[in-house]
C-alpha cells in the first residue's frame, strides 16, 4: 500500500478515536484539502508538521496533562492567512515582531513567522519528543529558505513560562483549558506590567476568550471566522 494512504489511514482513525465517526465523516472533505495542501507545503521545505498526534502518544511528564489537548498544527494556508491579517489589524512590520507560539507542537506557526519575515519566533511546548521534531523542523527550514530571524523552542509547561519582555505576537491555538490559561494570562500582564507595550494576541478557537477580556484585553475585529485577535495597549 502506498504510503501516503497509510498515513491517510492512520490520520483517520486517529480522528474517529479523538472525534467521533460522525464529526470525522462530516468534516472529511475540508480536512482532505488541507491534508494535502499541508503535505505539499512539508514536501516543499522538507519538513514533518503536518501528523495529527494523539496526547497518550506523547511523552509529557507534566502536571497539566489532563488539561492539554492533542497536537492539531494549524493549517498552513490558514496560518499565513492568519498571520498576514494579524500584521495588517496591528500596523506590525515583520522585522519587529516576536512572536510566541503557546503549545507550538512540531513548529509550524513558527516557520510560517520566520518565512513572513519575523524577527524572532519562540515555541512553548510541553512535551519533549514535539520540540524535537519542531526543533528539526525549524533547522531544515530555515538552512533551506536562508531567512534571517531568530527562533527557539522551550520544553515547558505554558503556565510555568516567564514572557519574555521584547514578545509582542502571542500565539493559542486550542492548546490548553481556562485553568492553565488563566495562569498564562497573569504571566502575560505580569510581563506587561514590568514592561509596558503593545501586546497582540491571536487565538484560533477562542474557546476561553473570556478570560482574556476580563484581563483588560480589547476584542479587535475577527481576523477570520473563529479566529480572534486582542489587543493589551
Ligand atoms: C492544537 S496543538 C497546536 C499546535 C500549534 N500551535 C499550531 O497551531 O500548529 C496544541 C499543542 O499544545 C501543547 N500543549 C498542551 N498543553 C500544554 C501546556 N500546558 N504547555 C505547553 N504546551 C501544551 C500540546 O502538546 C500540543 O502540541
Known amino acids: 500500500m502506498p504510503s501516503f494512504v497509510k498515513v491517510l489511514m492512520s490520520d483517520f482513525l486517529l480522528w474517529v478515536e479523538a472525534r467521533g465517526l460522525w464529526k470525522t465523516l462530516s468534516s472529511a ?29 506523547l511523552s509529557a511528564d507534566c502536571h497539566h496533562l489532563k488539561h492539554s489537548w492533542h497536537c492539531e498544527p494549524t493549517p498552513f494556508y490558514k496560518s499565513e492567512q492568519i498571520l498576514k491579517s494579524a500584521l495588517q489589524l496591528s500596523q506590525l512590520n515583520p522585522s519587529e515582531v516576536v512572536l510566541i507560539d503557546f503549545g507550538c507542537g512540531t513548529g509550524r506557526i513558527l516557520m510560517v513567522g520566520l518565512n513572513l519575515g519575523f524577527k524572532t519566533t519562540i515555541g512553548i511546548e510541553r512535551s519533549e519528543n514535539l520540540c524535537q521534531v519542531a526543533k528539526q523542523n ?3 527550514f530555515s538552512n533551506k529558505c536562508n531567512k534571517q530571524g531568530q527562533f527557539e523552542i522551550v520544553v515547558k509547561d505554558a503556565s510555568l513560562f516567564e514572557i519574555p519582555h521584547e514578545a ?28 509596558p507595550r503593545s501586546l497582540w494576541v491571536i487565538y484560533l478557537n477562542p474557546c476561553h476568550g473570556t478570560i482574556f477580556e476580563k484581563n483588560g484585553f480589547k476584542c479587535q475585529p475577527n481576523i477570520q471566522k473563529g479566529c480572534k485577535l486582542y489587543w493589551l495597549a
Open 138 to 140: 525549524l533547522q531544515i
Open 168 to 195: 509582542n505576537v502571542l500565539y493559542f491555538f486550542n492548546p490548553f483549558n481556562a485553568q492553565v490559561m488563566e495562569s498564562v494570562v497573569q504571566n502575560i500582564l505580569a510581563s506587561h506590567r514590568v514592561a
Open 29 to 57: 472533505p475540508p480536512y482532505i484539502h488541507h491534508l494535502m495542501l499541508d503535505r505539499l507545503y512539508d514536501w516543499k521545505f522538507s519538513t514533518r508538521t503536518s501528523r495529527f498526534i494523539m496526547l497518550k502518544s
